[in-house]
């Protein structure tokens, strides 16, 4: 997964709507700076949980998958 493109995608949906980073955060019921730290592909710390919750803010699907 290539965290930084995804962080991208993020943040280009976000403005695509007009919102800020603290109307995602409020949306997903988390702070602006993990909303940030999402769109900076920097998630390491952030939960599954976390991620679908700023996807859903922004009214994105967010399609987690493992390959071998």
Excluded: H, N, Y
Excluded at 9 to 15: E, P, S, T, V
Excluded at 16 to 26: F, S, Y
């Amino acid at each position: 997964m290539d965290r930084v493109r995804l962080g991208t995608a993020f943040r280009a949906i976000r403005l695509e709507l007009g919102l800020r980073q603290l109307d995602v955060a409020r949306r997903a019921s988390t702070s602006q700076q993990t909303v940030s730290r999402v769109e900076r592909g920097k998630f390491g710390p952030i939960s599954a949980e976390a991620l679908e919750a700023v996807a859903e803010a922004i009214e994105a699907d967010l399609t987690i998958g493992l390959r071998w």
